[in-house]
């Protein structure tokens, strides 16, 4: 165990901020932590959008489903799948961007450029948690991309897919349970053992109705299980593939 793992597993979103915004040097040391991250071969497919402005900040919370945390907070960041500036690459090398679509519309080349985004973010999320700060992602933002990306004045090929909200705490929140290392860490092959499987579940649920009915004083006694299944009955951004389509993306 090292500092570095215990931030890690320290780990909570944060939905409360102090109204105290971070300095410049923090964002600047949040934002070099997330181009430390892994790219694929060197792609580096993503662009951060700091969100200062008040004004944008409430903007960005209505379409997110009105979250608090989005409109109050100490920075905000708006992780981006960017290709952009690979057309603009290909451009200054004399090529026509028309005839590299068979790359840019493919699914394998969308897939770079989120993994990229969620790895820089991961290290922004793991850099501002080591200066004592607390973040959340905020997935909302995908509620309604045209207008988001309208607000954020995004070009073609340029998709927002998350954002960040970093700040100091204004309440304390617990740590929530995970899935038992077990059923998520596998050697050399997946697992077929169908009984053992439901077991690890029904149990991960045991703990996590636990944790509710502490959390809730009693009002709440969730099974993951069953989270998962409403959450699934209700499909949700069934227009991603005609947005993608509309900025340059249109998968193949």
């Given amino acids: 165990m090292n500092t570095v793992i215990e931030t890690i597993l320290n780990h909570r979103s944060i939905r409360a901020f102090e109204d105290r915004a971070l300095t410049d040097e923090q964002v600047q040391w949040i934002v070099k932590s997330a181009q430390a991250a892994s790219t694929s071969s060197f792609v580096q497919a993503y662009s951060i959008i700091g969100i200062k402005s008040p004004e944008k900040k409430a903007k960005l919370a209505e379409l997110a489903g009105n979250q608090e945390a989005v409109r109050r907070n100490g920075h905000f960041f708006v992780f981006c799948l960017d290709s ?11 090529g026509d961007p028309n005839d590299y679509q068979a790359s840019f519309e493919s699914t394998e080349w969308f897939m770079v450029g989120v993994i990229d985004a969620a790895l820089a973010a991961q290290n922004a999320a ?20 045209h207008e988001v990306a309208e607000l954020l004045d995004t070009p073609n ?4 897919l998350f954002g960040l909200a970093a700040g100091y705490p204004s309440a304390p929140s617990a740590t929530k349970p995970r899935l038992p290392s ?7 092959a997946y697992p077929q053992d169908l009984e053992r499987y439901k077991r690890q579940l029904q149990q991960y649920n045991e703990e996590i109705s636990a944790y509710y009915l502490e959390r809730t004083q009693g009002k709440r006694a969730d099974r993951w299980t069953a989270q998962m299944q409403a959450r699934m009955a209700r499909p949700s951004r069934l227009y991603m593939k005609s947005f993608l389509e509309s900025k340059g993306l249109p998968l193949k």
Wanted: hydrophobic share 35%.
């Fill in 157 to 160: 090929r340029v998709i927002p």
């Fill in 182 to 188: 077990d059923h998520i860490y596998h050697e050399d």
């Fill in 126 to 145: 793991i850099a501002a948690e080591s200066m004592g700060l607390g973040i959340c992602y905020i997935g909302g933002l995908r509620n309604q991309l």
């Fill in 84 to 94: 952009y500036r690979h057309e603009i690459s290909v451009e200054l090398e004399g």
